[in-house]
């Protein structure tokens, strides 16, 4: 079977993204096209992945940086909610069908399947939610309570096409992957910078623009005051990924030309100056402490690579700031904002009056309460805590202030309320044998790209402490990537 091959894949991948960003931002006004589009995404990633499962899965990849929550198409089909991440999801499982037909099921389990080095963890974190999702259907009130819980685990199943797509080592294909997820993240943070733009500016454009933005669920916009925004994106937690990704390499080659190192320098500040304009402090936290970590598991380097690596971060961060100021005070079309640096060291105090962080501390005494009801198997998808929330969302729907959620901020109780304690220490015992094994393979293949990805998944398991990204698709779908490139006993 032929079908077209750009001779430019990633410009033609770049038109792609830039179509769909765009057909988006129009169908949130005109959402009557809504289904057309997911059905029409539903065939194309079909029949690419037919031609070419790893062609899906980088479709997969950068949905998954560009779309944040999964929405930039979105409807509901018999009050079931449709978006363009679970058009991509089924169309490269039911591609994985047809693969299995083609090249009959004991071929593939035995080439492809029972290779993958962390079966053990998987299935048994597969088996702790199948529990959770029935214990969840005999006792919770709503089933589709319990179907929405549980739904971001079911990306757990996109491993079946990773596996048969990926080959162990295959060096070209991880090198694709990173290319691809490379320029997705360079997408996003410009987009970022853009609206960072549009809203310091505060141009004709900017009212449909916080709309579209808000109800496709890509992130928040909050105004901070002294000309800075804090342009919040879900997925902007693959700035952080990317830095890595880009920097631990960049540390140990040759840097061969000014024109070089002058790019190197400029996409290390352009992802800096929108982890800052994230405003996210669990991300600050999280990178700082997982390079730390990152630079003493490396204490085997010689000293004059720790201050190439830190010359690089230093130069890059003084860029990351003049990029911000040059956006927000670019003098055209008109912009009257002083710019002045206190909205960004007042999120750096930490205020527990703070009504996010408020709410947190008020939820944390009442969910581990429900923990302990049943702390070892847990109580099932769909499980539900009240707690006192002074978050002004949540004052404008209850002005008593009390809310009740199956979605919590602390992730990793949120996972033990649900599968269990048995349930997550499978699914955290997989976390960190992954970052051993992509450590000890690091060494052994003498790539920092398999280092990168270790302290990429070490930044997530941290976050992931404050901020829930390990129970969602952004979390789960960078896991499984990062698995798939091991042969069966490799350590």
Request: net charge positive; with cysteine; hydrophobic share 60%.
């Amino acid at each position: 079977m032929k079908l077209f091959k750009p001779r430019y894949p990633y410009l033609f991948a770049l038109s792609l993204i830039i179509l769909v960003e765009l057909l988006s931002f129009l169908a949130y006004f005109y959402p009557g096209i809504q289904l057309y589009l997911l059905a029409l995404s539903l065939l194309a990633v079909f029949i690419l992945s037919l031609y070419s499962l790893e062609a899906g899965l980088l479709l997969a990849l950068i949905e998954l940086v560009v779309g944040s929550k999964g929405h930039l198409f979105s409807a509901e089909i018999f009050a079931f909610p449709v978006s363009l991440r679970l058009m991509i999801w089924s169309a490269l499982l039911l591609a994985s069908l047809v693969y299995f037909y083609r090249q009959g099921f004991i071929n593939t389990w035995h080439k492809k399947i029972k290779v993958y080095e962390f079966w053990p963890w998987l299935g048994a974190l597969v088996i702790f939610i199948a529990f959770a999702v029935l214990r969840g259907l005999l006792f919770s009130p709503s089933w589709s309570l319990v179907l929405a819980d549980v739904n971001a685990w079911l990306y757990l199943a996109l491993i079946i096409p990773l596996l048969l797509a990926y080959n162990p080592g295959d060096r070209n294909q991880a090198s694709r992957l990173k290319k691809y997820f490379l320029l997705a993240v360079l997408w996003l943070s410009f987009k970022t910078l853009f609206l960072l733009f549009v809203f310091s500016h505060n141009l004709v454009i900017m009212p449909d623009l916080y709309l579209w933005v808000r109800r496709s669920g890509i992130g928040e916009i909050t105004a901070m005051g002294g000309g800075w925004f804090r342009i919040f994106i879900q997925s902007q937690i693959y700035l952080p990924i990317a830095l890595f990704l880009v920097l631990f390499p960049a540390v140990k080659a040759k840097i061969g030309s000014r024109a070089q190192l002058f790019r190197l320098v400029f996409l290390l500040a352009i992802f800096l100056a929108v982890i800052v304009i994230s405003m996210s402090r669990s991300f600050w936290l999280a990178l700082g402490v997982s390079g730390l970590i990152a630079a003493v598991v490396s204490w085997r380097l010689a000293w004059s690579l720790y201050f190439k690596a830190l010359a690089y971060i230093l130069v890059s961060a003084l860029m990351a700031m003049l990029i911000i100021f040059v956006v927000i005070k670019f003098p055209l079309p008109g912009n009257n904002y002083d710019v002045r640096f206190t909205a960004l060291s007042e999120r750096l105090e930490v205020n527990t009056d703070e009504a996010a962080l408020a709410s947190r501390w008020s939820l944390l005494p009442n969910l581990w309460q429900a923990i302990k009801k049943d702390p070892i198997l847990g109580q099932g998808f769909g499980a539900s805590v009240s707690y006192y929330s002074q978050d002004p969302r949540v004052l404008a729907n209850n002005p008593d202030g009390w809310y009740t959620t199956y979605a919590f901020e602390w992730a990793y109780l949120d996972t033990w309320l649900k599968i269990g304690i048995l349930g997550t220490l499978a699914f955290v015992s997989w976390l960190i044998y992954l970052i051993i094994a992509l450590w000890q393979y690091s060494r052994s293949q003498k790539s920092e790209l398999y280092f990168a990805l270790a302290a990429s998944l070490l930044f997530l398991m941290i976050v992931n402490i404050f901020t829930p990204y390990l129970n969602h698709p952004l979390g789960l779908g960078f896991l499984l990537f990062s698995s798939c490139f091991f042969r069966k006993n490799s350590l």
